[in-house]
């Protein structure tokens, strides 16, 4: 028996340095990345331990004697890669502890609870004498696994019982309900701390630059999956779902995401932690056919092979795929000869003009959304490829189509916000950084600075990606210790509750979490759902006090 890693794995990587044959790939360097979607596990090596599947945060890693019908070809996956990447065991230097440090020498403010402040919050209270203190806007942590990771994806969004380790040390003060820029400022956080990280990810959704794009029916995709998800700052969106066909233009693992939210039964969308309001919309909704466009062809598909190959599992929905160009090439890697496969697979399944439909459209640009007062379609150009391999776009008079829909869902990418009192690289959408410290405008290390996430590299990786990125930031951290850059006095952490205090903030703290969570998660038993989100930050408050009974 071995084991086999599959669809859910977030690349976090705990299950690396358990292998006790070291058999597990590929892994890099502590704040070094790879560049490959998963993980795997190398079948020939494998001693059937089990030591990986009891590690891994999200229940990615299974028996191959135990594998779900819908998981079994990730066997063969896994086989797949090692065939092209033989196994050499030489197992990589994992990053080195530092040694404890006196009490009250280091306090770091960690602005941000998703994943990369998570990561970055652990890495630091780890060692015996940091101080953390972590800041989020909203009553609830998590950032992304809460309100970005798909409401059917349950397995995945219980990484965070990995992160409420970290929340529970005597040396983690979090601070939710709480604002920077609002109810304390940077300068608030550098007086209090030797270090501040900015892990506030990249939230704002880019755009797509065309003409029509103020038209109502045209919106961010990122907005949608707020909404579905219960953000406080979207539950009262609205969405025209009356509409057969929406078309969502980008196609990496959201645009899957948002494709199946669209056409998930009431009886399927009932077993995940969807908002309410979302799954009452959805369930009514008239939508039948989503249409993802794509500029490129399928080899150059953003979306990660794992989750093309789900939409595969989802009755009742038929996989379109329009593209003749699905054959591999002797040098594609395996995840990109596994999408090409897995698209020739579909394209060749029998249709039926009962079922819903994800109709991948590639090599289909758009140049205008279509409309008067709202959206009633969007204008796609053709693209060819050239003799060098570069996209070559087709004539404006000849090779354009309308798709006809009333909503227009843009996943085209994410930019940061700009911070106050921090550089911010406008072409980019980042702070501009080295390895995690902050630059200023002439190139210079911003002292006691610094960034980790989205903010730090762009929107790019999954959630275990920002384990390596908070190594890496963390990592330059302890050298500007070591070095004596953060020696300079600040105020402790009775002065930062009396600031709190004295500006009036309705901060949460970790037992109020633990009560929001224990009401949602008794809302949802009563009605056999994992959980019933609160929508509203004042219903969060009140409970978080003890104040709403459930």
């Known amino acids: 028996m071995t084991y086999v890693i599959t669809q859910n794995c977030c690349k976090d990587a705990s299950c690396v340095p358990v292998c006790p044959v070291d058999c597990i790939r590929p892994v890099a360097s502590a704040g070094e990345f790879t560049g490959t979607e998963m993980l795997y596990i190398d079948p020939n090596s494998c001693i059937d331990c089990g030591a990986c599947q009891e590690e891994c945060p999200v229940g990615a890693i299974y028996a191959d004697t135990d594998l779900p019908p819908e998981l079994e070809r990730f066997q063969a996956i896994n086989e797949a890669y090692f065939e092209q990447n033989p196994l050499e065991t030489e197992m990589l230097p994992m990053a080195a502890n530092h040694p404890p440090v006196e009490a009250g020498s280091l306090r770091v403010a960690v602005v941000g609870a998703g994943p990369a402040a998570c990561y970055t919050a652990d890495e630091l209270v780890r060692i015996t004498g940091v101080e953390v203190d972590l800041f989020e806007r909203l009553p609830t942590p998590y950032g992304l696994v809460r309100a970005g990771v798909a409401p059917d994806h349950l397995h ?30 940077h300068e608030d956080l550098l007086a209090h701390h030797h270090a501040v990280v900015y892990a506030v990810g990249a939230s704002n959704s880019r755009e797509l630059g065309i003409p029509g794009e103020t038209l109502a029916g045209n919106c961010a995709a990122s907005d949608f999956v707020g909404w579905y998800n219960g953000h406080p700052d979207r539950a009262v969106d609205n969405f025209d779902l009356s509409g057969e066909r929406v078309v969502i233009v980008g196609n990496g693992n959201v645009a899957l995401d948002v494709a199946r939210m669209l056409l998930l039964s009431r009886e399927q969308l009932h077993k995940t932690d969807i908002a309410e309001h979302a799954l009452e919309a959805l369930a ?24 093309f190959l789900a939409l595969g599992n989802l009755p009742g929905i038929d996989i379109v795929i329009e593209s003749d160009d699905l054959t591999a090439d002797p040098d594609d890697d395996v995840e990109t000869a596994l999408k090409l496969e897995v698209a020739r697979e579909y394209a060749e399944r029998e ?28 204008r796609v150009l053709r693209n060819t490829f050239g003799p060098t391999g570069g996209l070559v776009p087709g004539d404006p008079e000849t090779d354009t189509d309308v798709i006809e829909t009333s909503l227009v869902l843009r996943s085209i990418g994410y930019r940061g916000t700009e911070i106050a009192g921090l550089p911010y690289d406008v072409a980019a959408g980042v702070v501009p950084n080295d390895r995690g410290r902050v630059l200023d405008a002439d190139g210079v290390p911003v002292p006691g600075v610094y960034v980790s996430g989205w903010i730090k590299r762009g929107p790019r990786g999954v959630i275990g990606t ?63 759902r994992p959980r019933v989100k609160f929508v509203s930050i004042d219903e969060m408050l009140s409970t978080a006090k003890g104040a709403v009974s459930v």
Do not use: Y
């Not at 909704?285 to 092979?305: H, K, N």
């Not at 384990?467 to 006095?489: H, K, N, P, S």
């Open 351 to 378: 249709q039926s003009p009962e079922h819903k439909r994800i109709v991948f459209r590639f090599m289909a640009s758009p140049v205008e959304i279509v409309g008067d007062d709202e959206v009633t379609g969007i």
């Open 466 to 528: 920002n384990r390596t990125c908070a190594e890496q930031t963390v990592g330059q951290i302890w050298e500007d210790f070591d070095a004596g850059r953060l020696t300079r006095g600040v105020q402790d952490r009775d002065s930062l509750e009396k600031l709190l205090h004295e500006r009036g903030v309705d901060k949460v703290e970790w037992q109020g979490w633990k009560a929001i969570d224990a009401a949602e998660r008794s809302r949802g038993s009563s009605t056999s």
């Open 156 to 185: 995945t969004k219980s990484i965070v019982d990995l992160f409420a380790k970290t929340f529970t040390s005597r040396r983690m003060a979090p601070h939710f309900n709480v604002e920077i820029g609002e109810h304390l400022s």
């Open 284 to 307: 009514d909704s008239g939508v039948r056919e989503v249409v993802i466009l794509a500029r490129r062809g399928p080899r150059e598909a953003a979306f990660s092979a794992g989750e």
